[in-house]
Every structure is written in C-alpha cells, then in structure tokens.
C-alpha cells in the first residue's frame, strides 16, 4: 500500500476521515487488489469529470492519465528519468492514486514510484508497500479542457500547462453515472488493469476519427522492464498511439517505447522520430464493456492479460464516443495514420494535411492546416 495522509486523529472531522478511509482503500487497490470501496459512504460528487489523456502540444512525448470518479482522481504520468542525457533519457512513469477535491476545485495528494515484477513475469507479483516510494506531491487545477499540474520529485518541482488530446473529432464525453454497470459500456476509456497483478496497468483513450480510421485506442502501459532484477525492476511504459478498431471488434495497433527530455527540462524538446522505437504490436479484445483481453509484445516477447476497468470509488463514470466535429478542436491535431498520410481536424471533418510545420514523430507529431 501507499503511505496514507499523516492525519492527527484527535481533530479528525468526519469528513477527513473519510479521505483518511478512501485514500487506504484507494492505495490498497494499486498495491493489493482489494475492492472494498462501497464501505465508506460518498460525499457529493464532483462534476465535470475530467477522465482523458492531458499533455501540452508544444511539449510532445510527455503525458498524463486521469481517471476520475466520485472526487478522486488517479493520475498516472508518463515522462523520463533525469539521467543527464539530454533528450535520450529513458522513460519513467508516476502515480496519484489518490488526488482529492479540495475546497478551492483543485485536486491533491501524494505522488508516488514504483518498482515491480517485469512486465512479462509470470506470475506477476502484486505489489507491496516496500516497493513503492513517495517523491513528492501532486496538484491539478482545471479550467473547462485546459488544466494546470504541479507536483514535485525529491524536491524537484515541475509546473505544466496541460489540454486535452485530441487525435479523433472531439473527446470522448465522460459523465458520472449512479449504474456501475458498465458491461453495455461501448466507449472504453478508462484506467485496466488486472486485480491479481496490482502494480502495472493500461490507460485507454478512445476517440473518433472519422473515415477511413474510424474508432481508435490510443494506449499508454505502465509497467516494469525485464532488467532480471526479480520484483525490483525499474518502471517502464510503452505506448500504442493508434490502436485502430477492427472488423471483429478487436482494436489493433503498433506498439512503441521513446527517450526524451527529462520531467524537470526547461525547455523540454518535443519527440523527434529517432527517439522512438517501434517494439511490437498491442491489440484490445473487450468482451463487454467493462471486462476484456490484451495481448501485446516487446521485442518478440508475447504477452496475454485479462483486464477490466480499476474502480476505486463511487459513482463511477461512463464515456460517449463523440462522432461529430467540434469546433472547439478545429485548428490543430495530434495523430498518426497506418498508411503513412498524417490527417487533420477541420471544421468539416479529417482531411489530410496540407502544410507540416511540424512532424515530430508517429503519434506525436504537431500539424497545422491550411
């Protein structure tokens, strides 16, 4: 489990002790599979919901999933070690498992490092507390699709101004639901993972592109390189940033792992090509809405995991597949078409692009239309 909130007790309201009870059920859900959230009684819920994949265009290869339900939210960061390697430095991952409303809307609370089993062990061990370290802390403020993130590594603090992608028409349309039923559920962003495997996980972000795309995953895993280090190994994540949905429902895409600039670099460089590395194939089977299969490899090692969604509080939410084009999200797009033809959003729908003045990279890269 994580390091739960120093509260003193003696001052206890009720209401932080509530936060006390769902940050231990909260972190207990990474770190040992339990789900017993029903047992502590929910406060009112927060509205919006804020579940999406959020970056900063200017800063490509760097980003952050939030998984939002009832007033917590659980951020999972996807950046890279200071190694001192420039723009070559190897990724690394953060959690919030649990970041909490506060009174001013903004959302709080320990920011964490793990190491685990490899992502290819077999069994995987579940994770324990004694590997899993606090760096610091975490805050996200929100305004409509734009946001603010602070959090700080071993004294190191890192602001970013943050939006939310958008690689298809619009963003799915997330809403807190009173049904945690979600089996009908035909949009799958949301945070997966597997409850006997705490410790890694796979954030789905789902969003329509039009034809001839259609509907896409785009994938971020967090979960641990092979470095034969048993249980310890370092974190690692890789990303499928086209996961295209096929004829028999499945999802399908290219799997790539990048190197960039460290999480503290001012100013971080945007991904480049040669700092990604195509290292297999991820395809999504869902069964239902709320249970499916993975498969995946790395290096020509195949990997095959039962996944469902990690509910760690209620109510939970339910996403609608936006299907239209919204003028909101008319000038820019971040994306990558398998045939090779990067596609733009305009007002009417995706065309191809017509002016790059910028192409950073397949899943990355930064267009701007004519």
């Known amino acids: 489990m994580f390091s739960t909130p120093k509260f003193r007790l003696r001052r206890t309201s009720m ?11 909260a972190t207990l859900a990474l770190a040992g599979g339990f789900q017993v959230f029903a047992q502590v009684a929910p406060p ?61 809307g903004s959302y709080f609370g320990e920011w964490y490092q793990t190491v685990g089993s490899a992502f290819n062990a077999n069994p995987f061990v579940p994770l324990t507390p004694d590997r899993i370290t606090q760096v610091g802390t975490a805050r996200l403020t929100f305004s409509g699709n734009t946001g603010t993130i602070t959090y700080s590594v071993n004294g ?20 807190f639901t009173d049904n945690p039923d979600r089996r009908l559920a035909t949009n799958y962003q949301d945070l997966w993972w597997n409850p006997s495997e705490s410790g890694w996980g796979v954030n789905f972000t789902h969003q329509y592109a039009g034809p001839p795309r259609g509907e896409i995953l785009f994938a971020t895993m967090f979960t641990y390189a092979n470095a034969s280090a048993g249980d310890r190994n370092p974190p690692m994540w890789y990303v499928a940033s086209e996961m295209i949905k096929q004829p028999d429902g499945s999802f399908y895409g290219f799997l790539y792992q990048t190197t960039g600039s460290a999480f503290n670099a001012v100013p971080f460089v945007p991904l480049t090509p040669d700092r990604i590395t195509p290292v297999g194939t991820m395809q999504f089977t869902p069964i239902d809405g ?6 995946y490899s790395v290096n020509g090692v195949t990997v095959v995991k039962t996944i469902t969604r990690q509910v760690y509080r209620y109510p939970v939410f339910v996403c609608t597949t936006v299907t239209t084009p919204q003028p909101t999200y008319t000038d820019k797009v ?30 990355f890269g930064l267009f701007d239309c004519d």
């Open 290 to 295: 709320q249970t499916g299969t993975l498969v």
């Open 156 to 175: 190191v603090q890192v602001t970013k101004t943050m939006e939310k992608q958008v690689y298809g028409l619009a963003p799915a349309e997330c809403k």
């Open 15 to 25: 209401k932080t002790l509530k936060q006390f009870l769902v940050a231990l059920v």
């Open 334 to 363: 971040y994306t990558l078409y398998v045939g090779g033809y990067p596609y733009a959003v305009t007002k009417t729908g995706v065309t191809k692009v017509k002016n790059m003045t910028q192409y950073t990279s397949p899943g």
């Open 44 to 104: 009112t819920t927060a509205s919006p919901n804020y579940t999406a994949l959020w970056w900063n265009p200017a800063e490509s290869g760097w980003g952050i999933n939030l998984t939002h339900q009832e007033n917590i939210i659980f951020a999972t960061m996807f950046t890279y070690r200071d190694a001192g390697l420039g723009n070559q430095n190897p990724p690394m991952w953060y959690v919030g498992s649990a970041l909490f409303k506060q009174e001013d």
